[in-house]
């Protein structure tokens, strides 16, 4: 925060007394609809809405009743509203993912924020890849800047338990695969998660994100959590609203907010959160673009001893609804605080106050559903980074690999037991879906299930399939889960013992491109490693025997094309290449 106040770049656009005659080009269509002169050019503060609702994307569709409370609140506080599209992205309705589009939706709202009269703006986050779009935005322009989630949909019922958004998709796929439903009561059972309005009501990517948002300062104190149909998601709305105003006479900027040490408390609070693995790669992406650094070794150093104390699913057993009653992100972050867990509570956060201030004396108001911190769901919950022959780097969630696995491979550090198993290779999802159930694999318990052309290159965008359910036949025998490897990602409400986002990946030349089906694959999860026991020589022939541009089909279209030639690996937050160049662009052209 400076302490003088900057004019308003809006008034260069709208009462600029060196250009009169640009003043009145500017001006003159914003007059169209019916705006006045007095609320362009008297000095309001002009609030762009960064609108992610619509049709095309229900999880944020809410969003477009929300923005009228917005508004009121913009109004209420003295500001005028401008609001403005934002590319699409709906997590379960593009193809071939809507990661792709997390770059396109980040480069055309720079160019919205940067390129038009807009002194502040509220970020619309919700569906998992639009809170990261728009933060990252917000950071390379750096003007004011609040975020507001659409928050989750109601719990998800059926029979008389919860069932959570994409959670039950993966129960349901097991119960079908077994015989135990026709696909009409698949459709019954995982539509049965969809609610009401509002995102994944899951501790997925869109919980995890939206929270993340809050725990980094930039949402209001305990306005990640609320459902999207409860009315305090409305007054939220106006509240915000009104903060971004005062935001903007304060000169209040991301760069103030998004600090390295918000950063470093976001890496705790997604361990205690049991946040999804694709939060590294949007943090790490959001830091970039403040000129933050932020890394996968950041994420298991400060991250891996945290404990786990929201009980949702996919890690536990609760949703949405129980999350917001249980205290949210406030009830989290102040048990963090009392334990001395939270590495810098003095942060400052988009209401002015630091995060101390706003969440220092709240606790869980559930111990069920959020853990005391005495009482934790597991103690060490975080990340950890892997490397070896396989690849340079990828992300494990420990919070989701069952006991017996933990307590085998990663709990006892005097045991030097490690995972051995056989590899069997899969060449893309489609490959999977055509082979995993071939008895001919004779996959079993002692395998390791790989994924590969599943990264930003290889299935642009990066593909969320790294979660490989077993063969039916190793279903019906009771076995739910096998370790995964792979340069794709996981849903962030799936929950098996997978290693993923690796990179760099098999289309930019990693490791995962010479494992062969039959190798031997070690995981050692005390030190860190993941290696084909394979010999030097072997892999060089492998590699020596690889096609031009392996694990990488021709692009479907120019975005995809232009997407791929300028993406950076999954850990370095799949940023565009020279994008993260560009800091601090809107006080640089004032
Ligand atoms: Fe949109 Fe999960 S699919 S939030
Ligand atoms: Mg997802």
Same mark, same amino acid.
């Given at each position: 925060?400076?302490?003088?106040?900057?004019?308003?770049r809006?008034?260069k656009?709208?009462?600029?007394?060196?250009?009169?005659?640009?003043?009145?080009?500017?001006?003159?269509?914003?007059?169209?609809?019916?705006?006045?002169?007095?609320?362009?050019?008297?000095?309001?503060?002009?609030?762009?809405?960064?609108?992610?609702?619509?049709?095309? *994307?229900?999880?944020?569709?809410?969003?477009?009743e929300?923005?009228?409370?917005?508004?009121?609140g913009?109004?209420?506080?003295?500001?005028?509203?401008?609001?403005?599209? &934002?590319?699409?992205?709906?997590?379960?309705?593009?193809?071939?993912?809507?990661?792709?589009?997390?770059?396109?939706?980040?480069?055309?709202?720079?160019?919205?924020?940067?390129?038009?009269?807009?002194?502040?703006?509220?970020?619309?986050?919700?569906?998992?890849?639009?809170?990261?779009?728009? @933060?990252?935005?917000?950071?390379?322009?750096?003007?004011p800047?609040i975020?507001?989630?659409?928050?989750?949909?109601?719990?998800?019922?059926?029979?008389?338990?919860?069932?959570?958004?994409?959670?039950?998709?993966?129960?349901?796929?097991?119960?079908?695969?077994a015989?135990?439903?026709?696909?009409?009561?698949?459709?019954?059972?995982? *539509?049965?998660?969809?609610?009401?309005?509002?995102?994944?009501?899951?501790?997925?990517?869109?919980?995890?994100?939206?929270?993340?948002?809050?725990?980094?300062?930039m949402? @209001?104190?305990?306005?990640?959590?609320?459902?999207?149909a409860?009315?305090?998601?409305?007054?939220?709305?106006?509240?915000t609203?009104?903060?971004?105003?005062q935001?903007?006479?304060?000169?209040?900027?991301?760069?103030?907010?998004?600090?390295?040490?918000?950063?470093?408390?976001?890496?705790? &609070?997604?361990?205690?959160?049991?946040?999804?693995?694709?939060?590294?790669?949007?943090?790490?992406?959001?830091?970039?673009?403040?000129? &933050?650094?932020?890394?996968?070794?950041?994420?298991?150093?400060?991250?891996?001893?945290?404990?786990?104390?929201?009980?949702?699913?996919?890690?536990?057993a609760?949703?949405?609804?129980?999350?917001?009653?249980?205290?949210?992100?406030?009830?989290?972050?102040?048990?963090l605080?009392?334990?001395?867990?939270?590495?810098h509570?003095d942060?400052?956060t988009?209401?002015?106050?630091?995060?101390?201030?706003?969440?220092?004396?709240?606790?869980?108001?559930?111990?069920? &559903?959020?853990?005391p911190?005495?009482?934790?769901?597991?103690?060490?919950?975080?990340?950890?980074?892997?490397?070896?022959?396989?690849?340079?780097?990828?992300?494990?969630?420990?919070?989701?690999i069952?006991?017996?696995?933990r307590?085998?491979?990663?709990?006892?550090?005097?045991?030097?037991?490690?995972?051995?198993?056989?590899?069997?290779v899969?060449?893309?999802?489609?490959?999977?879906?055509?082979?995993i159930?071939?008895?001919?694999?004779?996959?079993?318990?002692?395998?390791?299930?790989?994924?590969?052309?599943?990264?930003?290159?290889?299935?642009?965008?990066?593909?969320e399939?790294?979660?490989?359910?077993?063969?039916?036949?190793? @279903?019906?025998r009771?076995?739910?889960?096998?370790?995964?490897v792979?340069?794709g990602r996981?849903?962030?409400?799936?929950?098996?013992?997978?290693?993923?986002?690796a990179?760099p990946?098999a289309?930019d030349?990693?490791?995962?491109?010479?494992?062969?089906?039959g190798?031997?694959?070690?995981?050692?999860?005390?030190?860190?490693t993941?290696?084909?026991l394979?010999?030097?020589?072997?892999?060089?022939?492998?590699?020596?025997?690889?096609?031009?541009?392996?694990?990488?089909?021709?692009?479907?279209?120019p975005?995809?094309?232009?997407?791929?030639?300028?993406?950076?690996?999954?850990?370095?937050?799949?940023?565009?290449?020279?994008?993260?160049?560009?800091?601090?662009?809107?006080?640089?052209?004032?």
């Open positions: 925060m400076s302490d003088k106040k900057p004019p308003l809006s008034q656009w709208f009462n600029n007394p060196d250009d009169p005659e640009m003043t009145a080009l500017y001006l003159e269509r914003y007059l169209n609809y019916g705006l006045t002169r007095e609320e362009l050019q008297s000095g309001k503060p002009i609030i762009g809405i960064a609108q992610t609702g619509s049709d095309l *994307s229900p999880c944020n569709r809410h969003h477009i929300l923005s009228k409370r917005v508004r009121d913009v109004i209420s506080a003295g500001g005028t509203v401008i609001e403005i599209p &934002v590319h699409p992205i709906q997590e379960t309705g593009k193809r071939p993912t809507a990661m792709l589009d997390r770059n396109l939706a980040y480069l055309s709202l720079v160019e919205t924020l940067y390129g038009y009269p807009i002194d502040g703006v509220v970020l619309n986050i919700g569906c998992d890849k639009t809170t990261p779009a728009l @933060l990252m935005a917000a950071a390379t322009v750096n003007i800047a975020a507001l989630s659409v928050g989750p949909m109601l719990n998800g019922w059926y029979r008389g338990e919860r069932t959570g958004s994409g959670t039950i998709v993966w129960k349901a796929r097991e119960l079908l695969a015989g135990e439903i026709d696909d009409d009561g698949f459709l019954e059972l995982v *539509s049965s998660s969809a609610t009401s309005v509002g995102y994944c009501n899951t501790m997925g990517t869109a919980s995890t994100m939206n929270s993340l948002a809050e725990a980094l300062g949402q @209001l104190p305990g306005s990640a959590a609320i459902p999207a409860y009315r305090k998601r409305g007054q939220i709305s106006y509240e609203g009104k903060r971004v105003v935001m903007v006479h304060d000169d209040l900027r991301p760069t103030d907010i998004m600090t390295r040490e918000a950063f470093e408390n976001a890496v705790v &609070v997604n361990s205690a959160i049991g946040g999804s693995t694709n939060a590294p790669i949007h943090l790490n992406a959001i830091a970039r673009h403040l000129g &933050v650094e932020l890394d996968n070794d950041d994420w298991q150093r400060l991250g891996h001893k945290v404990p786990l104390l929201v009980n949702l699913q996919p890690a536990g609760y949703l949405g609804e129980d999350y917001f009653h249980a205290g949210g992100v406030p009830a989290v972050i102040g048990g605080l009392g334990a001395g867990l939270l590495p509570p942060v400052i988009a209401n002015g106050k630091t995060m101390a201030e706003n969440c220092g004396d709240k606790r869980t108001e559930t111990p069920d &559903v959020i853990k911190i005495a009482e934790p769901m597991t103690k060490e919950a975080g990340f950890i980074n892997l490397s070896g022959n396989l690849f340079d780097s990828a992300i494990m969630k420990t919070s989701v069952s006991e017996e696995f307590d085998r491979y990663l709990s006892n550090p005097d045991d030097p037991d490690a995972f051995e198993g056989r590899a069997v899969f060449d893309g999802p489609e490959d999977f879906h055509k082979r159930d071939d008895e001919s694999l004779a996959i079993d318990e002692h395998c390791v299930l790989i994924m590969r052309g599943a990264g930003p290159i290889g299935y642009p965008g990066g593909a399939v790294v979660n490989m359910r077993p063969p039916a036949y190793l @279903l019906k009771g076995i739910h889960a096998l370790p995964c792979g340069d996981q849903s962030g409400t799936s929950g098996s013992p997978s290693i993923l986002n990179s990946e289309a030349g990693g490791g995962l491109a010479l494992v062969a089906t190798d031997r694959i070690r995981i050692d999860l005390r030190a860190f993941a290696n084909m394979v010999e030097d020589a072997e892999l060089e022939r492998r590699r020596n025997a690889l096609p031009d541009r392996p694990f990488a089909p021709p692009s479907q279209s975005w995809q094309d232009i997407f791929r030639e300028k993406v950076r690996p999954f850990s370095e937050g799949m940023v565009l290449d020279g994008a993260t160049d560009f800091q601090d662009i809107a006080r640089k052209s004032t």
